[in-house]
């Protein structure tokens, strides 16, 4: 399947090895490196073997290019030829040949529907399918407008109890208007190009009992508007969010501040136009233009909250995204991303994730594991397991040497505060001074640190790191008798 990666070429230790659902990554031949096929596709080859031109490709033609020298896959409507890419593949030639002369969305989706296809495979596009798929209706949610003379209200009816500010992503930019509300697995997306100017900036409000949302714009002149607008792509729809497409504004980098010696915390601020806040658990894509193509990387915002001397202008709070990003020298996007400069922008997607708060509901007992960046996810759910829960929460904190980890005295310092919280920090490459717990993920630091408050009590462990580490402590728990119910490991 079409398993296009956006980095260069993993290590064996890094979480793009292996994809979602355990999937091995093959090792490539000299010469086959993302840098490698990025050189490949601007040197002006003709990749498609079409001259430049393209064309409608019908079912039946798609059917006949089913062979590895002759390799046509259709994803989301568009066709690619990717037989020049087979070598590139770093999920092997076989698995791209699984989609071979067929539509692959579904099996790119279930990969790695985030991979910056499109960008990646420019040079291999084919054409278009003849007959775009249809696109489902929403039956359960519907808008409506109204107007004053200053202001246009929009209303979002989604007739769910479960709706807050979290749910809706709204994005205002040039004159199009698109708000996507998030209901359970679905998305309902409103998008038009609206029939008048308004400022950039504007206002929402949920009504969370009703599931109702206002989106209120101020309009540049006090016209009276006869329609809201013309409809643009899937206005009015209720699509499965693995279907949505990944939808990017620009944020700048507002500030940059080494945590330690190889991680730091950057700020990003969301434009004026944009209503975003990611969920606990969750992770966006941030994407830059690398030479000439945009390459997508999964990051975990964290928040602020164990930064006490940490300033911000508290009325644009929700504007702020921070994120802490360990910064790989010889890695594609993270020297990148060091290089910018405060003011510079990159692009942020909407958040993505399967965490869950009602996984919180009538816990007892809280264990966090992580290992070095894996720790981002678990900042913010400390956060809410302080403010919202009262029982038992411990972090095992992995990492190679001390200096590597990020945040120790912040958290050292929430131990000693709140009696409710517990910290313990295990080395896998200490100095010989070092008398803290020492190692790699086993069975012995297990038992010893998920001690249950009570016998039977409701426990949630959280995981994550290196993919080798999430694997093997997911392992090591099942050993300990700890259902699938009571873990959530965080993957891509
Ligand atoms: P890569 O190019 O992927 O390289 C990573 C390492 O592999 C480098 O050391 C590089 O030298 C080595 N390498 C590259 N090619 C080879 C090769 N051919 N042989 C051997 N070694 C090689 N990271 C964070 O810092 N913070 C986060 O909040 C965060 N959140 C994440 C959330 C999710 C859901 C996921 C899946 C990952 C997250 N990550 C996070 C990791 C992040 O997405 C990137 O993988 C990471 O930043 C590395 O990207 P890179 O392009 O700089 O490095
Ligand atoms: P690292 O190389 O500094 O290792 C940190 C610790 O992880 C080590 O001290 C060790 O205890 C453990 N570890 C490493 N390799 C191991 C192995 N093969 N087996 C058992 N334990 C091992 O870690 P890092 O460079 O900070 O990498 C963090 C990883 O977490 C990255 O792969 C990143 O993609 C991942 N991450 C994932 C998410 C997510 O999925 N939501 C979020 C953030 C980070």
Known sequence: MLNVPSQSFPAPSSQQRVAS???????????????????????????????????????????????????????????????????????????????AGSDGTDLFDQVHRWVNYESMLKECLVGRMAIKPAVPKGKQSHYDWFQTDSLVTIVIYTKQKDINLDSIIVDHQDNSFRAETVIKDYSYIMHVGLSHEVEEDFSVRVVENVGKIEIVLKKKETTSWKRLGHPLENHNSLIPRKDTGLYYRKCQLISKEGVTHDTKLFCLMLPPSAHLQVPIGQHVYLKLTITGTEIVKPYTPVSDFLLSEFKEPVLLNNKYIYFLIKIYPDGLFTPELDHLQIGDSVSLSNPEGNFKTSQFQELEDLFLLAAGTGFTPMVKILNYALTNKPSLRNLMFFNKTEDDIIWRSQLEKLA??????????????????WNGKRGHISPALLSEFLKRSLDKSKVLICICGPTPFTEQGIRLLHELNFSKDEIHSFTA
């Open 21 to 99: 659902g355990g999937r091995s990554k093959v090792p490539l031949k000299q010469g086959r490196s993302l840098m490698d096929w990025i050189r490949l596709t601007k040197s002006g080859k003709d990749l498609t073997g079409l001259k430049g031109r393209l064309i409608e490709v019908t079912e039946e033609e798609l059917k006949k290019h089913n062979k590895k020298d002759d390799c046509w896959i259709c994803i989301r409507g568009f066709v690619y030829n990717v037989s020049p890419y087979m070598e590139y593949h770093p999920g092997g030639e076989d698995e791209l040949m699984r989609a």
């Open 416 to 433: 000693f505060k709140d009696k409710r919280f517990d910290v313990e920090f295990v080395l896998s490459a200490p100095t010989s001074e």
